[in-house]
């Protein structure tokens, strides 16, 4: 079992920026595909970005592409979101997301563990 606790959520001013965490306990965490996910209000829960057990493959929503970027440290079983020049549009409860493998899908139905997400919040 693999759980999830996301910190770094806020508020933001347009043109701003944020670092959500997520930390993930047990260990198997090198194991694991980490991805980050987002729903808006009125809104489906959209892929935002993933990165696999190694940190060397990466991928992103066209959306936020140059904007944010995603890492981890398998040493401190955490994953980061580094999110920069934070649009209105971005505003959504982010959630970490994993699962066990080599690649990802970017359907969130896929996913097998999910944290309880963060708030984040842009003003503009």
């Known amino acids: 079992q693999v759980q999830l606790v996301e910190s770094g959520g806020g508020l933001v001013q347009a043109g701003g920026s944020l670092r959500l965490s997520c930390a993930a306990s047990g260990r198997t965490f090198s194991s694991l595909v980490m991805g980050w996910f987002r729903q808006a209000p009125g809104k489906e829960r959209e892929f935002v970005a993933a990165i696999n057990w190694s940190g060397g493959s990466r991928g992103y929503a066209d959306s936020v592409k140059g904007r944010f970027t995603i890492s981890r440290d398998n040493n401190k079983n955490t994953v980061h979101l580094q999110m920069s020049s934070l649009e209105p549009e971005d505003a959504a409860v982010y959630s970490c997301?994993?699962?066990?493998?080599?690649?990802?899908?970017?359907?969130?139905?896929?996913?097998?563990?999910w944290g309880q997400g963060t708030q984040v919040t842009v003003s503009s």
């Open positions: 997301a994993a699962q066990y493998g080599y690649s990802w899908s970017e359907d969130p139905s896929l996913w097998a563990y």
